[in-house]
């Protein structure tokens, strides 16, 4: 499989897409004319310089308004494409793109357009290039690539060929399907792109709203299958216009680019298997039953304070390193690690975010699998010095700067607790709280990351993407999306902040880019749980009475319930699969906070009408320095 990307697809000037697309691992790269136009060189340069990255211009591109044009535009359009192939053949490439006319003059015909084509391929032939012809989906006469291959077809030419893109197939709703009846050697060129699914102008959305495949709505898998029936074996090429793109690292989006490409591959072959695609071998995506455990970094006086905080939620401390100041907490299945090291990962997460969640393991059912999988995909793996009596527990870096851990039940792995944990002998009279297993694990990242966060998640494990959700902070926007697998058992909320006025946008910044802003535990009796929480001396989030006059309002709540609601601080939601409750702590650190939440029925969602309120109420609760930074 030979991987390429338009320039136009990252932000930079052309020295610095060219070293971000060769370091992400693509093999080859469209040019884009607005690159090369402003680019302080020749094409010979050019051609030089994108061969000294080791990448090939596999196409020139765009050639617009050419067919269908009557006389003397018509002439004027040869012109202009003898013009770009002295150009082209200076560069070093061989094809160019020719997108459909959008010309107000042009004629439209099949066989008058064809005609354009086989002439242009015989103008191309003499000068050893090729054409390749797009149908935009807003093209005036032709903007369906069924069309575009009949002219492709009629022009019979074995230098013009057809060149076919995800977007304009798919916005225009498009059967994919009727992409397999075309011959894979008249199919010059694929690209890719996704969107999300949004009705507006189709050049608008085109333009600005693109992003990389699986990262948006649209069926690019689908596409991609009836691509690869066909047989076609030439480059797979990315495409994408995105305003948060052309703002955004090169390296980084070009690592998403590189990465959305291997994991459409792997998609596309597990769905055709008989037919052969050449992609990294990897397993499957990988199921998690859970998260075993969360790391914090922290001092050792803000692991004192935390320490205090999860014994009033009912947490005890149960273990002890046997080599590392780390002290284990823990109640029903949920473990936190709490990690006041002096040297290593945990303290340079410390060092740069403050008292933050540094690492998250997953309890997965092949460990070295997953990372195997993780690597093809592109990600880091991690590894530290350890002890003679520690295990090499698989691990990867994941988005945010933070470290993932894999726990399966092979061998030693499922022993991990007993092994590296001597009991702490501890038995301080704490009740326990009920909590039995962490809910979801909450993310937060500047928006513009969140599409890197989603395709990094959905390529590795099993899991989907749930729709965006907008949660209103009185100080702006967060866009919220939840990932997460079929059973529940795995479940990850991204929350995008825009500003810093938000709660979320403020945590951002504060912490420098930290992640897990929030844990939610889950306990199978909100009400009995509240009741150990008090006894405890735990501190909720304190809510306002118009919050719960509102709830029996709303819901048609017995005001028994809503009392109870009340006198514990217990938010509520439902919809027509079940009910959802929901306690919080206050904020602690640089704006963490803990959640405690009950599902009842099928409940699906995360308490999004709540936020505004809980908000709300954290904002007032936040004090400087709850847990001061020692």
């Known amino acids: 499989m030979k991987t390429s990307i338009a320039t136009v697809s990252i932000s930079g000037d052309l020295r610095e897409k060219l070293a971000a697309i060769a370091a992400a691992g693509f093999d080859g790269i469209e040019i884009f004319e607005q690159d090369f136009i402003a680019f302080d060189g020749t094409p010979r340069d050019v051609g030089a310089m994108v061969r000294d990255h080791g990448l090939t211009i596999d196409l020139f591109q765009p050639f617009r308004d050419f067919e269908g044009l009557p006389e003397p535009q018509r002439s004027r359009a040869f012109d202009r494409a003898e013009r770009k192939f002295d150009l082209m053949q200076e560069l070093g490439t061989e094809m160019m793109l020719v997108c459909s006319s ?159 490409l291997i994991y459409l591959m792997d998609q596309v072959r597990r769905a055709e298997p008989e037919v052969r695609i050449e992609v990294p071998d990897m397993p499957p995506r990988i199921r998690s039953d859970g998260v075993e455990f969360v790391e914090f970094a922290a001092s050792h006086t803000e692991a004192e304070a935390l320490g205090r905080m999860l014994r009033t939620m009912g947490f005890t401390r149960a273990g002890q390193h046997i080599a590392k100041d780390v002290t284990l907490w823990r109640q029903g299945g949920i473990n936190v690690v709490v990690n006041t090291e002096p040297e290593g990962f945990a303290h340079s997460a ?66 991990v607790w007993e092994i590296e944990f001597r009991d702490a002998g501890e038995d301080d009279g704490v009740r326990d709280a009920g909590l039995t297993r962490i809910d979801h694990v909450a993310q937060t990242m500047n928006y513009e990351e969140m599409l890197t966060w989603t395709l990094f998640y959905t390529a590795i494990f099993a899991v989907e993407k749930a729709p965006m959700v907008d949660v209103v902070d009185p100080g702006g926007l967060v866009r919220s999306r939840a990932i997460e697998s079929a059973d529940g058992a795995l479940r990850l909320t991204l929350n995008g902040a825009e500003t810093h006025r938000t709660l979320a946008g403020r945590f951002v910044a504060e912490s420098f880019g930290s992640s897990v802003q929030h844990l939610a535990f889950q ?90 309120y809980r908000i709300a109420a954290q904002k007032r609760a936040m004090r400087p320095n709850d847990i001061p930074r020692q």
């Open 102 to 260: 959008v010309h107000p003059q042009a004629l439209g015909g099949i066989d008058r357009m064809a005609a354009d084509y086989r002439e242009l391929g015989e103008r191309a032939e003499k000068r050893g290039l090729r054409v390749g012809f797009e149908a935009l989906a807003w093209g005036h006469h032709v903007n369906d690539h069924r069309d575009a291959w009949e002219v492709v077809r009629r022009a019979d030419h074995p230098n013009t060929g057809l060149i076919l893109d995800s977007f304009h197939t798919l916005a225009r709703r498009i059967d994919p399907d009727t992409i397999r009846q075309i011959p894979a050697d008249r199919i010059f060129f694929v690209q890719l792109a996704d969107a999300p699914q949004i009705e507006m102008d189709l050049f608008y959305w085109s333009r600005h709203f693109r992003n990389m495949p699986g990262e948006g709505d649209l069926d690019v898998t689908g596409f991609m299958r009836a691509v690869a029936a066909t047989g076609y074996d030439g480059p797979l090429s990315l495409e994408i216009f995105n305003d948060q793109f052309r703002g955004g690292s090169p390296r980084a989006i070009a690592v998403d680019g590189h990465r959305s």
């Open 350 to 415: 410390y060092l740069m975010h403050g008292l933050s969640i540094c690492d998250i393991g997953l309890r997965v059912e092949d460990a070295a699998a997953t990372v195997a999988r993780a690597r093809a995909l592109g990600a880091d793996t991690f590894n530290q010095p350890k002890g003679p009596e520690e295990l090499d527990i698989p691990a990867i870096r994941g988005v945010g700067g933070g470290v993932m851990h894999f726990i399966d039940l092979k061998g030693e792995l499922a022993r």
């Open 523 to 612: 306990t199978a009796d909100i009400f009995a749980t509240a009741r150990a929480l008090t006894e405890n001396g735990f501190a909720p989030l304190e809510l306002p009475g118009n919050y719960f006059d509102d709830v029996q309002a709303r819901f048609g709540l017995a005001p028994e319930m809503t009392a109870r609601l009340r006198a514990a601080n217990i938010l509520y939601d439902e919809d027509a699969d079940g009910a959802f409750f929901q306690i919080y702590s206050r904020p602690f650190g640089e704006g963490m906070f803990f959640e405690i939440v009950e599902r009842r029925g099928n409940y699906g969602g995360y308490g999004a009408p709540n936020a505004p």
